[in-house]
């Protein structure tokens, strides 16, 4: 179990980037807020308001658009890319610096909005392909996966696709906040230091297993949300998650069969999945960190270029980001396959058939754990049982992928055009 989006790598105290090198941005030396000694006597400029003017008593500004003499120690600076309009006033202009910021925001918001929104159809299928051990079809391909969105969307509308988003961010936001109440109340570090040892990263791994634990009655809450059929689906609040997640601790107010799993049961396949995730997206991001910053400094050339400067700073983070999520979810997903089927088990769900598109199927399996449940499936259903749904995983990164570069693209020309 474990949010959608993959936590970063601050975890185990990596916080290299392009950034970390070259600051914000190179397009705005320090030197370059005033070209002359004209200037340099009436004109101070703030660091954090770059291009304000504060003129001392009785001075006036200069007139526009008159050139600033060149310093008699050399050849007068360029101005800097993207500076104000007419004229040699060597005052950079807000708009690049505006752009720069607005960067950060915006390619993070299109992140977030591929994981957590444009990808969750693919969740969705991928989850109701993945408990239906009915199914002829696995649809381990994005084509079969396609055509049965398809059917889905004409039978039951828009809203089968997009069913229980509302409680995935529920699930993100109280593992969140149980991390953070758990390392404020007990000496766990939220954060390994560089000079980390093995007992240390075990207490870090510790404070992920408690938060796993505290998160999961709701996990299972959002899982049958995702899954259940909207055709025999009351209209739900978006509250319904935390009321069932309470529900299924205290064993009141949801309606259970006797095949039920308690919750102890659920523990360790549950803990498992979430640190194996973790570590796993860890690793991967801490590699493609790596190679991305020899990469970077392999081009000294490419370094002097404000865009590609710009680019530097926001996007390794997301593109190891994006590797780490795709490798950890390919590499556990026989495992999680398991997982949600023990933790729909006995909870009287009924899902959508994937083998047609219409019609509902029940979910009456008899798992009496994690190994009776790996047993049944490879005996019943072959290794590629464990693998049902995994088109969805295709489409769902394929997207991320997709969205990324266009904002790379975007981006590029935006600052190549302020430039």
């Not at 800097?80 to 005052?91: A, N, Q, R």
């Not at 995994?390 to 975007?410: M, N, S």
Request: contains cysteine; neutral net charge; proline residues 8%.
């Amino acid at each position: 179990m474990h949010p959608r989006r993959p936590d970063g790598f601050d975890g185990l105290g990596y916080r290299g980037s392009a950034r970390d090198e070259r600051g914000f941005g190179v397009a705005f030396p320090a030197r370059s807020f005033s070209s002359g000694p004209e200037l340099g006597h009436w004109v101070t400029t703030p660091p954090d308001i770059p291009g304000s003017r504060n003129l001392h008593w009785g001075e006036k500004s200069p007139p526009y658009g008159v050139p600033a003499p060149a310093t008699p120690e050399g050849p007068a600076e360029e101005p800097v890319p993207g500076g104000g309009g007419g004229g040699g006033s060597g005052v950079p202009g807000p708009s690049t610096e505006q752009l720069s910021r607005f960067a950060g925001f915006g390619i993070g918001l299109a992140s977030l909005f591929t994981e957590n929104v444009l990808a969750h159809p693919c969740i969705v299928l991928r989850r109701q392909c993945q408990v239906n051990y009915h199914a002829r079809q696995y649809h381990l391909t994005p084509f079969t996966v396609i055509n049965i969105m398809y059917s889905f969307n004409k039978t039951q509308g828009p809203r089968a696709l997009w069913k229980g988003m509302g409680s995935t961010f529920i699930v993100q936001g109280v593992t969140l906040g149980a991390e953070g109440i758990i390392s404020e109340f007990t000496p766990l570090p939220r954060e390994v230091s560089h000079k980390w040892n093995p007992k240390q990263i075990g207490e870090h791994l510790l404070l992920k297993s408690l938060t796993y634990i505290v998160a999961m009655p709701f996990y299972s809450a959002s899982l049958i949300e995702t899954v259940q059929s909207e055709i025999i689906r009351d209209n739900t609040g978006i509250l319904e998650c935390v009321k069932e997640g309470i529900g299924r601790v205290i064993g009141l107010g949801v309606p259970h069969s006797k095949r039920l799993l308690p919750l102890l049961s659920l523990i360790f396949p549950t803990v498992l999945h979430g640190v194996l995730h973790y570590i796993i997206s860890s690793i991967i991001q801490k590699i493609v960190l790596l190679i991305i910053k020899r990469k970077t400094y392999g081009h000294p050339a490419d370094s002097t270029s404000p865009v590609q400067s710009m680019l530097d700073a926001y996007f390794p983070e997301l593109i190891a980001n994006f590797a780490a999520s795709l490798c950890s979810d390919v590499i556990l997903y026989p495992l999680e396959t398991v997982l949600h089927r023990l933790h729909i088990q006995g909870t009287r769900t009924i899902i959508d058939n994937t083998d047609l598109g219409y019609e509902v199927l029940p979910i009456n399996t008899q798992y009496e754990g994690m190994r009776d449940c790996i047993n049944t499936i490879k005996q019943e259903e072959g290794m590629l049982g464990f693998y049902k749904g995994f088109g969805a995983v295709i489409i769902q990164y394929t997207l991320h992928a997709a969205v990324l570069q266009i904002t790379k693209i975007i981006y590029s020309t935006l600052l190549q055009n302020s430039v």
